[in-house]
């Protein structure tokens, strides 16, 4: 079967691997409909994560059970399911506490189980999934043709269920007033999950036309291109005079976060989903002198999909709309150098 | 009449100061009854944080309305009042938040007020307190001869408002287990408050066995005394094997940070109220890969007061047992050395 591989900095390609096969009883074999491309994915891409070895990667996907372990009793062959972006065993504390992203046997797409077996990547044609029953999520009655209602699902893997985490970890409700710092796929879906959750006033930070307007159609009342002390400055102009009370931070730089702090009203709160590099760091003083809820990391997805997957069910939310470039698996660098371009916003592959 | 002033690290006298007046027609003037030092105030009298010149000190005091401005009409000669540990204004967007700490007319005892007008200390015989409508909370019918109820209204200035600053920053409810780090007066009202929002297990951090006991009275459930790693094991063992879903950082050094820090389960939070001084800091990928929570600053005493009163009128909590020393004004300057070198908790002062 094919597969992506990382060799190292700009150097992605696909390569043959073994089909993989059931290899513990608690595994299913997954034969990917459509995978993609995260803004994650940048960081070993750009170098900025050293590749010590060349590896499998990619961590969204979803698709269709092939095979499963003789203890799987939740799934069978023909199942649609989609794989938030980690294994984990929905057994340990953890797990129970909803941190499934911190689980006793947490596993990675691309690297090895807690039995030191090796895992597929998701940007391949079929994935061994390990701890399958905890880890994927079935989705019943999903139609083939259905290609908007999978894009959406697709979604839920990461970006998506990471939108979320960021609405509610900086304690969006409906009376609360929102800024979105960033405008890729992540972006995008934390203004969509700040609408789903009620806010009405919803300022995305953002200088792309194409971006803005996906953030729009995602329920943003209103865009600021502003950067730096003018951005700071333009919200609290929209809010008549006062900052926002909360605050999506969804890049990870040293840059983005220090905008995202600054948005802040004294008391607000600051949700932080984008994986920390470059030095990002929060002043201690300025929380306690602010009264600022600092709140945010990985998303435990597995966690978050049944509900936010009801509402794709239902139609009332659509985040397959970041996808705006579609290519076939063989083609993936060039989907990597569109995404690193930012001529793309997020790329979906079909094996 | 007699106020105490700071000179300089160590140099605490008492000395005569002017009688104060109303000076605006907001102010009132108040006879304070009672005032306390505090583990803030520890820090000019270590040299941590610097005396530029000689400074009325003291910010946590009750007492009784002696005279009132043109403005003033919630308030009247001999009703006994609460004041919190800042001035403000009641109006403003951060007043109305409930973030009183932020007010856009922000004011400290022994400062400054908004209109340049210096402002007693709390550590006095008597105070002018500007907007003082908005800064002081009234409590009608308090009996001169109950000293207990004194001495716990007292608490509500700063401690105690501080402990439940913490708890609640900390997210604790009933069903969440909780670590308070700090055995001080804050951290002792920190264990109190989370015992009065719910909490049914409160380990405390403390290696003093006349804390420890306050400690158990409040609420605490277990005693821990090792510390650094050793007391992380003896949270997760007392725990079965998880850390807290609460921690009540009550100290402010990098120690005490890195303490509560640690003692937190991925996806739970940590309130801090500690003021940050030695460097204290949080680093962003541990709070990203945790997934852990972090609030706190400065506690909005004038918003909780009206909350926590009812419960000390109720006789349901009696913070005032933190006070272990008793002392005159005159003596101010052994009330000092008393609570640096630990040997009180925290000392009452009668003007």
Not at 99 to 126: E, M, N
Not at 215 to 240: I, M, N, P
Not at 250 to 264: D, F, I, N, P
């Amino acid at each position: 079967m094919r597969a992506t591989i990382i060799h190292g900095p700009g150097d992605i390609r696909v390569e043959d691997r073994d089909y993989p096969v059931v290899q513990l009883a608690t595994d299913v074999v997954v034969r990917v409909t459509a995978s993609c491309v995260c803004g994650s994915d940048l960081w070993p891409y750009r170098g900025v994560k050293p590749t010590h070895r060349p590896s499998a990667i990619g961590h969204e996907f979803i698709g269709v059970v092939e095979s499963t372990g003789a203890e799987v009793t939740g799934l069978r062959e023909g199942d649609f399911v989609i794989a938030p972006f980690v294994v984990s065993c929905g057994k340990c504390p953890q797990c129970l506490n909803g941190v499934t992203v911190a689980c006793d046997r947490l596993a990675g797409w691309g690297g090895k189980d807690d039995s030191g077996v090796r895992i597929d990547g998701g940007q391949g044609q079929v994935v061994r999934v390990p701890l399958a029953e905890s880890t994927l999520v079935k989705v019943p009655g999903v139609d083939k043709a259905d290609q908007a209602l999978r894009r959406s699902l697709l979604t839920l893997s990461d970006v998506m269920a990471t939108g979320h985490h960021a609405a509610l970890s900086a304690q969006v409700t409906p009376n609360r007033t929102v800024v979105v710092v960033g405008d890729g796929a992540v972006g995008l879906c934390s203004v969509l999950a700040a609408r789903r959750l009620g806010a009405e006033r919803i300022i995305a930070m953002s200088r792309h036309a194409d971006r803005q307007a996906i953030a729009r159609e995602f329920g943003a009342t209103d865009v600021v291109e502003e950067r730096g002390d003018d951005g700071v400055a333009k919200v609290r102009e929209l809010l008549g005079g006062v900052l926002a009370d909360s605050v999506l931070e969804c890049v990870g730089t040293k840059e983005s976060m220090e905008q995202a702090l600054h948005c802040v009203r004294p008391g607000g709160a600051l949700g932080f989903v984008g994986v920390p590099t470059g030095g990002a760091e929060i002043p201690l003083r300025y929380l306690f002198d602010k009264n600022i809820t600092v709140a945010g990391g990985m998303a435990p997805a597995r966690t978050y999909i049944p509900e936010l997957l009801a509402d794709v069910l239902a139609g009332t939310i659509n985040p397959g709309r970041v996808f705006d470039i579609d290519m076939p698996l063989e083609e993936v660098a060039e989907a990597y150098k569109a995404m690193d371009e930012r001529r793309a916003i997020k790329v979906l592959l079909t094996p």
